[in-house]
């Protein structure tokens, strides 16, 4: 059975169990092989964005009620925020919403939010025209009042807010929108991720190498490295439906792993260049080869009846055209005689 005609999750499981199927794929395209890393990717980034999805839409009316409860009265007008009072309030055990002159900020275990697992609460600081994220007491990034979903452009308050979202929540259009733009976004940003471990992978291929000799060709590096990534995708994909993140030194484990895998694959590609060299073609090369030489033979004999065939009309028109000669001849003798 060729890789180039097994479908894409039955070479999945073959890349994570079977080291059979690397000799194989040196003898497949690089474009199959593109093309498995882009599915995998893709594959990945789908579970992934359906449980992000899940849980965004499940976390708005906790939210929604957070704004309706624990929020004063607010607008936002042309991406301006103004409050009738200071926004303090702790909206979940990871999310805590407060005004910048609310109270004066120490980003610290106790000084906010009295939390044990301080390093994963997330500050969310409302400024005038931006909201500025902070976690782990270092500002990450900020949003622009304009650049969040709103009902409307122009000016909102607390009320219309909290309306639109739960009305959003509701939406199918929207929960498949949000999953579309969790989907792509994901498959760029994981595709890209993967790459570099792409480049590690090929890395360890060339070192790992120098035990075994095999020659293999830039384009072979690609495809190893690209089947190699098949358990690690899966790794990495049930972390983060499990456990919601990547664990501390899973990352380290999954790399062992696939340097194993490297090596065990270079093993297995040098034993069937072994074999090939000691007992000759696979069986199923055999058959193609016996395959392509009844095809010559066969194309071989037909050439030869069509130049018998060519040699025989050959003659028969040369043969034509000497007796139509002779008669040609025999006709001027006639009428020569008769003259006389």
């Avoid at 009305?167 to 760029?188: C, G, N, Q």
């Avoid at 490297?262 to 073609?281: C, M, P, Q, R, V």
């Avoid at 193609?288 to 030869?304: G, M, P, Y």
Wanted: hydrophobic share 45%; charged share 25%.
């Amino acid at each position: 059975m060729k890789s180039s005609k097994t479908g894409f999750f039955r070479k999945l499981i073959i890349s994570m169990t079977d080291m059979r199927l690397y000799p194989l794929i040196l003898k497949e395209s690089i474009f199959s092989a593109l093309g498995f890393f882009c599915k995998l990717v893709l594959l990945f980034s789908i579970i992934l964005s359906i449980g992000i999805t899940a849980d965004f839409f499940d976390a708005i009316p906790e939210y929604v009620e957070a704004v309706e409860n624990k929020f004063p009265d607010f607008e936002i007008n042309n991406g301006i925020f103004s409050s009738t009072e200071p926004v303090d309030a702790k909206i979940s055990s990871y999310l805590y919403i407060c005004t910048k002159d609310a109270r004066d900020i120490e980003f610290s275990g106790d000084s906010i939010i009295n939390t044990e697992d301080f390093k994963q609460v997330v500050f969310a600081v409302i400024n005038e025209s931006s909201i500025d994220l902070y976690r782990k007491g270092d500002k990450s990034s900020y949003m622009k009042f304009g650049q969040v979903v709103l009902p409307k452009a122009g000016e909102i308050d607390k009320q219309e807010l909290v309306s639109y979202w739960n009305d959003f929540e509701e939406s199918y259009l929207a929960r498949l929108f949000v999953l579309m733009a969790f989907t792509i976004s994901l498959f760029v940003v994981y595709g890209m991720y993967r790459c570099w471990f792409l480049l590690f992978y090929m890395t360890t291929i060339f070192f790992v190498n120098f035990i075994f000799f095999n020659k293999l060709r830039f384009r072979d590096y690609i495809k190893i490295s690209i089947y190699i990534s098949g358990l690690p995708v899966i790794l990495e994909l049930l972390s983060f439906c499990i456990a919601k993140f990547l664990p501390e030194g899973a990352a380290f484990i999954i790399m062992l792993i696939s340097t194993l895998y490297t090596y065990y694959a270079l093993k297995t590609i040098k034993l069937d260049s072994i074999l090939l060299t000691a007992f000759g073609d696979t069986p199923e090369e055999k058959i193609v080869n016996a395959i392509t030489k009844a095809q010559e033979e066969l194309q071989r004999q037909i050439n030869e009846l069509e130049a018998e065939e060519k040699r025989k009309q050959e003659l028969k028109d040369k043969k034509n055209h000497e007796n139509s000669k002779d008669n040609n001849e025999d006709d001027n003798n006639d009428e020569n005689k008769g003259d006389h």
